[in-house]
């Protein structure tokens, strides 16, 4: 009888060793990759050209960015930014934005400032 409980014990304690990893080991997917139809998409960051037209804005900040890529950023796609002095912003196109347009982003009034854009790309 003492052989029966001590091997239903540590069936039972298998099975919740088991049970636990399996809740609490991480999930194995790429983060940066989603799967669809069976095949993975890896999403990069592409860096696009940042300008800022004039020295001090008053008002509003406006960095134009424009799309260095080969590609048209379709309507909807979201674009970051971010200036010298800590302000930031996202456009999300009203439409598409061919290679070599441009697109006006709008942030908080600022001394000079220095910009950077970026986008993130699908890659097959």
């Known amino acids: ?5 001590m091997l239903l014990a540590t069936v039972l304690m298998l099975g919740s ?6 809740l609490v080991l991480p999930n194995t997917t790429d983060a940066a990759s989603v799967m669809n139809n069976n095949s993975k998409i ?10 800022n037209t004039g020295s001090q804005q008053d008002v509003a900040k406006t960095p134009w960015i424009t799309n260095t890529t080969h590609q048209t950023l379709p309507k909807g796609h979201k674009i ?13 196109l009203d439409s598409a934005l061919k290679p070599g347009d441009s697109v006006k982003g709008l942030g908080n009034p600022g001394q000079s400032y220095t910009c950077t854009a970026s986008t993130p790309m699908s890659i097959f």
Do not use: F, P, Q, Y
Not at 1 to 5: N, R
Not at 17 to 22: C, E, F, G, L, Q
Not at 42 to 51: D, E, I, N, S, W
């Open 1 to 5: 009888m003492k052989i029966k409980a």
């Open 17 to 22: 060793m088991i049970t636990v990893a399996a």
């Open 42 to 51: 890896r999403v990069r960051t592409v860096a696009l050209k940042c300008v």
């Open 80 to 92: 970051n930014w971010n200036s010298s002095d800590g302000d930031k912003g996202v456009i999300e």
